[in-house]
């Protein structure tokens, strides 16, 4: 891997005079983030009660089907470009890895923290690492120690950026830096060591993303009295796992696209539009299965149903899989970026439309007394959380390597 990405120079924003960190919109965004930040500590020291309009009947609601649900699969970047770029060895696509990973990581990270915070006691979340504790027929411990698993392996693989980022450049203020030389050398160690046994860990990381992205759509398989006919299927954890491909792909473009136009960078086209082509497939796959399971379960005559739930599904597939799949086979609108982008976008609305549809739109609660909508300070959360993760975002890449030199998209 190590050997690999250096074929494609990358360089850290920070000293770049035509980027400056702060912007209006960085600033409102910060804003956003510390309004989160504000709302999850009331959340944390207030308890749930104080800032959601969760009850009996609706323990969970946009928290889960957008922080948790969407956020594990919009994370797929990061395992779909490693597969791709790494195990299957397409030079071309490596420029994508790393902002990919770096998406996941992020990512990931708060999908951890997402499940804290909508957790009652969320003080025991350490519960799941003790061994005289776990439950292994349970598909919430899987998920949870997948996501624990490939986390820990997102940030190793995140170790050589940081190694490149620091070897030769360790300068500590003061009597710490008697400890220059032993931290570079000790960085040079691990770069060496990583270099060795990356590859492992990419096909870990790629199998335990499968195991997880999967696992998600079990947890309501084994509930089909409390989820509509028009999302329940025994082939749930399938679907899950077929939509987080064509996201993961999906994703890399429409985060590519995001940071190019933020950062005043030339669009990666070249890498791109190729990329994009295999983005059909998988929607049709998608489409396919979906299609299929809803004929064998004769729950297709739901569709045609006058009420929220249809319109919705309806709104799933329409803009989320069959505009953007007849967008994504055209090759002149592929090579267009505000086309490539529109495109990418529809795919990452519809699957994260999918996860809040199987955990808030379709569920229904035996013995339920209203209908669960979301408080705003719900609302302001989220808002938050992802103000933060973009925040994040940037400031990593002006302090690492993770975007490709502008001369080499360029001259590409």
Wanted: aromatic share 12%; with cysteine; hydrophobic share 55%.
């Amino acid at each position: 891997m190590a050997d690999s990405m250096q074929h494609h120079k990358a360089l850290p924003l920070a000293g770049n005079s035509a980027v400056p960190f702060f912007t209006p919109g960085v600033i409102v965004i910060a804003i956003l983030a510390a309004a989160g930040v504000a709302t999850l500590v009331v959340r944390l020291f207030l308890g749930l009660g104080a800032v959601t309009n969760f009850n009996d009947q609706y323990p969970w609601g946009i928290w889960i089907g957008i922080d948790v649900a969407s956020g594990v699969a919009l994370a797929a970047g990061g395992f779909t470009m490693a597969f791709i770029a790494h195990v299957m060895n397409n030079e071309k696509y490596h420029v994508l890895v790393r902002p990919a990973l770096l998406t996941a990581a992020i990512g990931y990270t708060f999908v951890g923290l997402g499940v804290c915070v909508d957790l009652g006691r969320y003080y025991n979340i350490w519960h799941v690492m003790m061994p005289s504790m776990w439950q292994g027929n349970s598909a919430l411990f899987e998920v949870g120690m997948c996501v624990m698993i490939y986390l820990t392996v997102l940030y190793i693989e995140f170790l050589p950026i940081v190694c490149e980022r620091f070897i030769g450049r360790v300068n500590l203020p003061g009597v710490l830096g008697k400890m220059n030389g032993f931290l570079d050398g000790l960085l040079r160690v691990l770069d060496k060591t990583l270099a060795r046994v990356m590859t492992f860990f990419i096909i870990a990381g790629v199998v335990l993303s499968c195991a997880h992205q999967s696992s998600l759509g079990t947890l309501m398989a084994i509930a089909p009295s409390k989820l509509s006919p028009l999302w329940h299927t025994p082939v749930l954890p399938l679907l899950f796992l077929l939509s987080a491909f064509a996201v993961g792909l999906a994703m890399a473009i429409f985060e590519s696209v995001l940071a190019s136009r933020s950062f005043k960078r030339p669009i990666e086209m070249h890498v791109l539009s190729p990329l994009a082509r295999m983005i059909p497939l998988l929607l049709v796959v998608y489409f396919a299965a979906k299609v299929i399971d809803l004929v064998n379960r004769d729950a297709w005559p739901l569709l045609f149903e006058a009420n929220f739930r249809a319109l919705m599904f309806w709104i799933e597939i329409g803009v989320g899989v069959i505009i953007p799949t007849f967008l994504f086979l055209s090759h002149r609108l592929r090579r267009n970026p505000v086309w490539l982008f529109s495109s990418a976008a529809m795919v990452v609305f519809g699957v994260v439309l999918n996860r809040f549809n199987v955990f808030v739109t379709g569920y229904t609660p035996p013995y339920s007394e209203g209908q669960y909508f979301p408080a705003w300070t719900e609302v302001m959360l989220t808002v938050g959380m992802i103000s933060l993760i973009v925040l994040l975002y940037r400031i990593w890449v002006f302090i690492f390597p993770v975007l490709p030199a502008e001369e080499e998209v360029e001259h590409a």
